[in-house]
Nanobody, 120 residues
Framework: QVQLVESGGGVVQPGGSLRLSCAAS????????LGWHRQFPGQQREVVAT???????KYAGSVEGRFTISRDSAKSAVYLQMNSLRPEDTAVYYC??????????????WGQGTQVTVSS
């Protein structure tokens, strides 16, 4: 069973930075995707950033230029560096993992979520 363990959330002032971490319990191989989503109260999760096995990155327009997704291949970990944080970035952040994007039906694993609060 794949487990994703997140850490790094917290409270930060506007303009500040946080780095979220997500460690996967498996070794990554093949055509995979790692990503970060966030969820505002009463709303569905929305994608924030994704990283694929071909090293391609994608970002939501609202975080482009402020957030950076990266990974540590030795640790099967993915990170989200969040700079210039705004109050509207306040949400629960989830990492997710798709082990085989070539499959007809994607298996998606989720972390437990970590709260990020941007407030003065």
């Amino acid at each position: 069973q794949v487990q994703l363990v997140e850490s790094g959330g917290g409270v930060v002032q506007p303009g500040g930075s946080l780095r979220l971490s997500c460690a996967a319990s498996v070794t990554l191989f093949g055509r995979w995707l790692l990503g970060w989503h966030r969820q505002f109260p009463g709303q569905q999760r929305e994608v924030v950033a994704t990283l694929q096995s071909d090293n391609s990155e994608k970002y939501a327009g609202s975080v482009e230029g402020r957030f950076t997704i990266s990974r540590d291949s030795a640790k099967s970990a993915v990170y989200l560096q969040m700079n210039s944080l705004r109050p509207e970035d306040t949400a629960v952040y989830y990492c997710n993992y798709i082990p085989d994007m070539n499959a007809d039906s994607w298996q998606v694993y989720w972390g437990q979520g970590t709260q990020v609060t941007v407030s003065s």
